[in-house]
């Protein structure tokens, strides 16, 4: 049974006080403790330094984003610690080396201003893309500074529009007018910290004395807007996110609002003269039952008009669902994820209006893998040149990802760039394997095993999880893993648990709420099922995971403690009890519950870690990081469970980076030192004798 559930007197809430000066003299006191542990071992710091140079390599991919003429690109290395917003032209990418235009230089813009600026996106008004407006992180939490930017003249605009650090939407309406959802005093953000109410701004006018246009709930996760500036089919439309999951849509038309019809779990999008519709659950129309994970298109006029004359793009089995799509001028690409490997297929239109007819064509692109793909076609260009072009990411686990080029309706797709391979993998090999959980569910999982390895139950074993939100985890390419964990003879495993998305919204919807607990089971009978095959053993298996990820190895710690020696716990959940009560917990209600209604905390307080860690548990040892910047999991979850269980006697280790928010780290110096902290303590608790 839990132990002492409600807590109701938290003898550690004073670790909750993100920058107290008791709670940071405790973070600083435990930082010097894991530094002492880790860092003083005689391979730590090439360690650091290797992983610091993959991060840093200039052979990197300098992925784009398309805008008009320009090819965007941040990019960070060595010289350039907190990083360059840079632009070429699709010509100058195509070379080995190519000419790009500085725009901004975060990191002599920070010095300038005193201010310890990470990077964090901009949005741009098409079709001149001259405005823009750019967001700015302290030290990497999701609260942002916005300023805008002129993009011809590379420089601030002086009296333009600004907005003060705040979790801000933002959207350009044009050249002088702005929708915005800001932090306004009370009543303008929910309960989770996210806007609650959006304002028409114009150019020159105080913000405060914007007019109101679109308010949601308190008690919603947020609400925001799309303006969609396509000739001949311009929409601004706002959404009510009443949850994590479900949303409410409506169209701004003369001034007024009109709510559109769709299933609250279903995401609606607009394209040209289309409607696209995904779907989270069965939906019945005119006497079709559509399933659930499928994608639906039909004609936006007769849709809004009240016509439900919808064809299927996509529609699940048991081993497909829908990873995502994109549209060219002519065609929509959708993307398939087949067993946990991506597949992309092409359709296109036969004839207009609600009566026209869809064809398919597969794309010939690499198999089996990870593949993401983005249309280039910006709708803003009446003859845009790039209308029919698609930028194809491919990775896998042993094969350094490659960008490709490619056009709707031609077979072959043309390598932009390539990453280097930071590791050797001659000798390498990627198995997939099915292991049973408890209630009977086949749960897949890869292992990526290194050369000259066997299945002798004493390979050091990295077992990595998530199971949460309907996020898919897929093959990829880590020049870190690869060489600093598989290159030393370590196996490395990715669970594809439920709660994920990778077999659809079924496969995360068994694992949410009252059902939460089967994430854990099935993680856990895959590391059971590592062991029974031989792959490793408990004195050589490890468990991580980040956010939902950590308190998924957190959970399974807890309750099958005698499977692992180490878990590295990252920007985890912890306090299920009062997760709603912190930073942006409330958001998540709709993945796990409400611990204020007894009949949700009955489940959640039979997993939550911070309430059912005890004394007398023989656990593993533990190394927890997270970041005083972390503005979304409250960095107060992994300070309490880390005193709690200290002041219980257990083995653990604790790293609190004071910059660098959700993601852990603001740079990639911090990222590095992160990684060999994570690294180093694995490979102590892990390694043994062989």
């Not at 086949?442 to 066997?454: D, Q």
């Not at 009062?578 to 949700?600: C, I, Q, T, V």
Request: glycine share 10%; aromatic share 10%.
């Amino acid at each position: 049974m839990p132990l002492n559930n409600d807590l109701p007197d938290d003898p550690l809430i004073w670790l909750e006080e993100v920058q107290g000066d008791a709670a940071l003299a405790w973070v600083r006191e435990r930082n010097a403790e894991t530094e002492a542990a880790l860092e003083s071992d005689a391979g730590f710091e090439t360690t650091m330094q290797e992983i610091r140079a993959i991060l840093d390599s200039r052979d990197q991919i300098p992925y784009v984003v398309r805008r008009g003429d320009a090819f965007y690109n941040f990019w960070r290395d060595a010289q350039n610690p907190r990083g360059l917003w840079r632009r070429t032209s699709l010509a100058q990418y195509r070379l080995a080396q190519p000419a790009w235009e500085t725009v901004i230089d975060l990191d002599a813009l920070a010095r300038a201003e005193g201010e310890n600026w990470v990077w964090a996106g901009a949005t741009a008004l098409g079709p001149a893309y001259r405005r823009c407006m750019v967001s700015l992180s302290r030290g990497g939490a999701d609260a942002t500074v916005l300023r805008e930017f002129d993009l011809v003249d590379k420089r601030f605009v002086e009296g333009g529009f600004g907005i003060g650090e705040a979790k801000s939407r933002v959207v350009w309406e044009d050249e002088d007018h702005l929708l915005v959802g800001t932090d306004l005093g009370p009543g303008s953000l929910t309960e989770s910290g996210y806007p609650r109410t959006l304002r028409r701004w114009a150019r020159g006018a105080a913000l405060a004395d914007a007019p109101l246009v679109f308010e949601g709930r308190s008690e919603d996760v947020s609400v925001g807007a799309s303006v969609d500036r396509t000739p001949g089919w311009e929409r601004i439309s706002f959404e009510r996110a009443i949850d994590f999951y479900r949303s409410e849509m409506f169209l701004w038309q003369d001034g007024r609002l009109l709510k559109v019809d769709k299933p609250e779990d279903a995401s609606l999008s607009f394209c040209r003269d289309m409607v696209l519709v995904e779907l989270r659950s069965d939906w019945a129309l005119a006497g079709t039952v559509w399933p659930r994970g499928s994608l639906l298109v039909g004609d936006a006029a007769a849709y809004l008009q009240g016509e439900r004359r919808l064809q299927a793009l996509f529609t699940p089995t048991g081993q497909r669902s829908l990873a995502g799509w994109t549209a060219t001028r002519s065609t929509i690409v959708v993307n398939v994820l087949d067993n946990v490997a991506n597949r992309l297929e092409e359709w296109r239109r036969q004839g207009p209006g609600p009566e026209a007819s869809w064809t398919r064509r597969l794309v010939d692109a690499p198999h089996p893998g990870s593949l993401s793909v983005t249309a280039l076609h910006d709708p803003l260009l009446a003859d845009d040149p790039l209308a029919e072009m698609l930028l194809v990411n491919v990775a896998d686990f042993l094969s350094p990802d490659s960008l490709r080029l490619g056009e709707a309706g031609i077979d072959g797709l043309d390598v932009l760039k390539s990453r280097p391979a930071f590791f050797d993998a001659d000798g390498m090999r990627i198995e997939q394997h099915v292991a049973r959980s408890l209630d009977g569910t086949p749960v897949p999982y890869f292992v990526l095993w290194p050369r000259g390895a066997t299945a002798d139950a004493r390979n050091p074993t990295l077992l990595y999880g998530y199971g949460g939100f309907e996020v898919s985890l897929t093959p990829f390419y880590s020049g870190v893993i690869g060489s600093q964990w598989c290159s030393r003879g370590g196996v490395f495993v990715l669970a594809n648990i439920r709660g994920g998305g990778e077999f659809g919204p079924g496969w995360h919807q068994a694992a949410v709420g009252a059902n939460k607990q089967r994430s854990y089971d099935d993680f856990a009978a895959v590391a059971q099922d590592l062991i029974a095959r031989g792959v490793t053993s408990p004195a050589h298996l490890g468990i991580q995971g980040g956010s939902n990820g950590g308190l998924l190895v957190a959970a399974v710690m807890l309750q099958r403690p005698d499977m692992f020696s180490a878990v590295v716990c990252q920007v985890p959940l912890l306090d299920m009890r009062r997760f709603h009560k912190l930073l942006a917990g409330a958001s998540w209600m709709a993945e796990y519950g409400n611990p204020d209604l007894p009949d949700d905390w009955a489940v959640i307080s039979r997993y939550s870690p911070y309430q059912n860690v005890r004394a007398d548990l023989k656990l593993p040892k533990v190394l927890f990081t997270t970041s005083t910047r972390d503005d979304r999991v409250h960095p107060g979850h992994a300070r309490k469970m880390a005193e709690r269980m200290r002041r219980q006697g257990h083995a653990l280790l604790y790293w609190e980076n004071l910059e660098g928010g959700h993601g852990g780290a603001a740079d990639n110096a911090q990222r590095a030192r992160m990684s060999a902290l994570e690294y180093g303590f694995l490979w102590q608790q892990l390694s043994g004798a062989r």
